[in-house]
């Protein structure tokens, strides 16, 4: 595949090959950029045929594995850079956002998070203890690179001591985190506030199917568009605000306690932005794109 002539706008759409032509709400992006004239076509980021520097701007879409390859994601990314291809989020972002350390960022800036206990590759550590410590009977354990809740499983006081070589195995992959079980996800749902340059645009309440904990679709979940309450949108700019300058689109994760957002996740590089859910959405994420990409 190689990238469209010099005229004109024309926009890439990283994918991943499992998803070559896009899913139906990133195409909902497409259509919206079409109505202005742009080009937009889905590249497979891995593929060797793409010419990216023909583009106007690259903007990573549903590069769903990269997780999966982290070192070879970013080395795509600083070959975009290299060749001074646009792309969308920013390097610096997507980086950032790559390993949910950033939550350390989020938490020193004063922005509530999960609490997390932080374990790193290959350290010895046993789980029981961990939950002993932090005082949680119930535990979620997940990778600290990780997207789709690939890796993420729950533990308690009771069963912990037999999930050690489980938790052994994940650790001689990759640091881990292990956070409490947060209840209110099942009973209440979870927040997912979609903005387009730092801008407010919508929002979604998921909840997890039946006994799960998951709000993924792949485990059954469901979202309604929802509009959250004034104080949870103003925390989710808090934690935006802590995010290395320029964003194009940002989606913030998390619960609401006692009327406060409490972050569960900053999505920067692939989120699914539930494009679909809100009508004049992708005709505004098309609008912030162009301000950008022009």
């Not at 533990?155 to 292990?178: K, N, P, S």
Request: hydrophobic share 45%; with cysteine; charged share 25%.
């Amino acid at each position: 595949m190689s990238g469209p002539g010099r005229g004109g706008v024309a926009i890439a759409l990283a994918t991943h090959a499992g998803l070559p032509a896009l899913n139906d709400d990133d195409c909902l992006l497409v259509e919206a950029l079409a109505r202005r004239g742009v080009s937009a076509v889905p590249a497979v980021w891995d593929a060797p045929d793409v010419r990216w520097e023909g583009f106007t701007a690259v903007m990573v879409r549903s590069c769903w594995d990269y997780h999966c390859r982290l070192a070879e994601f970013l080395g795509w990314i600083a070959q975009l850079e290299r060749l001074g291809v646009a792309i969308w989020n920013p390097p610096p972002v997507l980086r950032w956002n790559s390993h949910k350390s950033y939550l350390r960022d989020l938490a020193a800036a004063g922005v509530a998070t999960v609490p997390t206990r932080w374990v790193a590759r290959g350290e010895q550590a046993a789980l029981a203890d961990i939950l002993d410590v932090a005082g949680w009977r119930e535990a979620v354990v997940k990778p600290a690179v990780s997207a789709s809740a690939l890796g993420t499983w729950r533990t308690t006081v009771v069963t912990a001591a037999c999930d050690q070589t489980r938790f052994d195995e994940l650790l001689a992959t990759g640091d881990v985190m292990v956070q409490p079980y947060i209840d209110v996800v099942r009973d209440q749902g979870e927040w997912s506030l979609m903005f387009w340059g730092r801008r407010y645009s919508h929002s979604v309440l998921k909840r997890p199917a039946g006994a799960d904990f998951r709000v993924q679709w792949e485990y059954g979940g469901s979202a309604v568009a929802k509009k959250p309450p004034r104080s949870v949108r103003e925390d989710a700019e808090r934690a935006l605000a802590v995010v290395p300058p320029e964003t194009l689109y940002a989606r913030v994760d998390g619960v609401e306690r006692e009327g406060r957002l409490v972050v569960m996740e900053l999505e920067l590089i692939e989120p699914h932005l539930f494009l679909g859910w809100e009508p004049s959405a992708p005709d505004r994420l098309a609008q912030a794109l162009l301000r950008i990409a022009r």
